[in-house]
């Protein structure tokens, strides 16, 4: 079974502190695709980051990193410095399976809250 | 605007009701899903097209839920008989036929059936 599991509901924060977002996924297959999105109050999913389950490099974007660990099935998500704009509900998402379709299995979703 | 467009952008029915919502994909995209979204969750998959084909649907997609996409281009998606448990968002999203690229998504149509 494929699963992603966000265990933190909220995160509060104040500006400029860095925050840490987990996600912890299942799957059986050796191939499989991790995504971050980003939803603001509009309510579009905003794409943030796409890595492949052979590419255990980490990434950093501005002030955004990923850290992806499949010993432990994580690919967490690293805001440093963070700023107002950054508030809205994280999500964390897998895509895998044969003939990968591109659907999406989606984590409940981290609301973080970054007060000034 | 090259965007995913997704319409009306909210939709408020009485329980029984047919509705009826739309979703332009990105032009160059022959992928495009459908996703619903209650509140405090994450979406979840409903149907996926490849061009014109419905290839996959969700359990979730009861025999109330229907999904088109005519000539590969636009998609509709038909709930009949609504129900209140079918208050959600539902988004739509597009992606090129390249593997697991990422998917665009649109703004979504929020569906509140009283």
């Known amino acids: 079974a494929q699963k992603v599991t966000q265990a933190q509901t909220e995160i509060s924060v104040v500006e400029k502190e860095d925050v840490t977002l987990d996600c912890v996924y299942e799957?059986?297959?050796?191939?499989?695709?991790l995504f971050w999105y980003k939803q603001p109050p509009s309510g579009e999913l905003v794409f943030l980051i796409r890595?492949?389950?052979?590419?255990?490099q980490n990434e950093i974007s501005g002030r955004y990193s990923w850290n992806f660990q499949k010993s432990t099935s994580s690919f967490n998500f690293t805001i440093t410095a963070s700023q107002v704009v950054d508030s809205a509900v994280y999500f964390c998402?897998?895509?895998?399976?044969?003939?990968?379709?591109?659907?999406?299995?989606f984590g409940q979703g981290t609301t973080l809250q970054v007060k000034p | 605007d090259t965007g995913v467009s997704q319409n009306p952008r909210h939709k408020i029915t009485k329980r029984g009701q047919n509705v009826t919502f739309r979703c332009d994909p990105i032009?160059?995209?022959?992928?495009l899903y459908w996703y619903r979204q209650t509140l405090g969750q994450g979406p979840e998959f409903l149907t996926y097209?490849?061009?014109?084909?419905?290839?996959?649907k969700s359990r979730l997609l009861s025999d109330r839920f229907s999904a088109e996409r005519p000539k590969g281009s636009f998609s509709t998606l038909e709930i009949q008989r609504t129900e209140q448990g079918d208050s959600a968002m539902y988004l739509c999203?597009?992606?090129?036929?390249?593997?697991?690229?990422?998917?665009?998504f649109g703004q979504g149509t929020r569906l509140t059936v009283v």
């Open positions: 998402a897998l895509s895998s399976g044969s003939g990968n379709t591109g659907k999406l299995i």
């Open positions: 032009s160059e995209h022959n992928r």
């Open positions: 999203a597009s992606s090129p036929k390249l593997g697991a690229a990422e998917a665009f």
């Open positions: 799957t059986r297959d050796t191939t499989y695709y």
């Open positions: 097209f490849q061009n014109e084909a419905q290839l996959e």
């Open positions: 890595r492949n389950s052979f590419d255990e």
